[in-house]
T-cell receptor
Framework: AAGVIQSPRHLIKEKRETATLKCYPI?????VYWYQQGPGQDPQFLIS???????DKGSIPDRFSAQQFSDYHSELNMSSLELGDSALYFC??????????????FGPGTRLTVL | AQKVTQAQTEISVVEKEDVTLDCVYE???????LFWYKQPPSGELVFLIR??????QNEISGRYSWNFQKSTSSFNFTITASQVVDSAVYFC???????????FGEGTQLTVNP
């Protein structure tokens, strides 16, 4: 079965650079979620989109922005990168809206390292 | 606000021992889902189980079993006859049906020694 695809899987950037992470949800899934997991920490919710509209927002820095496109894929854009942005970024997708009833399926994650 | 607590930061056992990972949660919602995920060193989140708040039946899947007790707001996970391959970080998580974000506990690092 098709799974959530994230690209790139690994990314190395310098401080103050920008990065774009991409997420391709499972076919026919209309909702995308982004989570950030710092070293030794649990995943923290950043933001979610349903039908291309932002549906919920967590602890996402103002330097980060995200959007969902007409084909339902999503991109997380991070600017002015800081050392503390080094983390594993997970994307998850679900079908049928953002209710907690709908199961979220996680991608393999993108490991971002900021030097 | 929802909260998940995993009081055990690290657990170390010897192969073939049974081990229980504790999870306590807080929520104001009457309907919610509880999860357990495994995160091996490679980093991916491996889904283990999803349980809704109306189903308090214990579940067994091979060497894994889960004990859900609403009265104590706990959802504990037991691995029977542990194996080295069980070594990983295990996360308990909760989502309210009225919300859309998963809230994770801090995780328990399980090390199974040969």
């Amino acid at each position: 079965a098709a799974g959530v695809i994230q690209s790139p899987r690994h990314l190395i950037k310098e401080k103050r650079e920008t990065a774009t992470l991409k997420c391709y949800p499972i076919p026919r899934h209309d909702t995308v979620y982004w989570y950030q997991q710092g070293p030794g920490q649990d995943p923290q919710f950043l933001i979610s989109f349903y039908e291309k509209m932002q549906s919920d927002k967590g602890s996402i820095p103002d330097r980060f922005s995200a959007q969902q496109f007409s084909d339902y894929h999503s991109e997380l854009n991070m600017s002015s990168l800081e050392l503390g942005d080094s983390a594993l970024y997970f994307c998850a997708s679900s079908a049928g809206g953002t209710s907690g009833i709908n199961e979220q399926f996680f991608g393999p994650g993108t490991r971002l390292t900021v030097l | 606000a929802q909260k998940v607590t995993q009081a055990q930061t690290e657990i170390s056992v010897v192969e073939k021992e049974d081990v229980t990972l504790d999870c306590v949660y807080e929520t104001r919602d009457t309907t919610y889902y509880l999860f357990w995920y495994k995160q091996p060193p490679s980093g991916e989140l491996v889904f283990l189980i999803r349980r809704n708040s109306f189903d308090e039946q214990n579940e067994i899947s091979g060497r894994y079993s889960w004990n859900f007790q609403k009265s104590t707001s706990s959802f504990n996970f037991t691995i029977t006859a542990s194996q080295v391959v069980d070594s990983a970080v295990y996360f308990c998580a909760l989502i309210e049906t009225s919300g859309s974000r998963l809230t994770f506990g801090e995780g328990t690092q399980l090390t199974v020694n040969p």
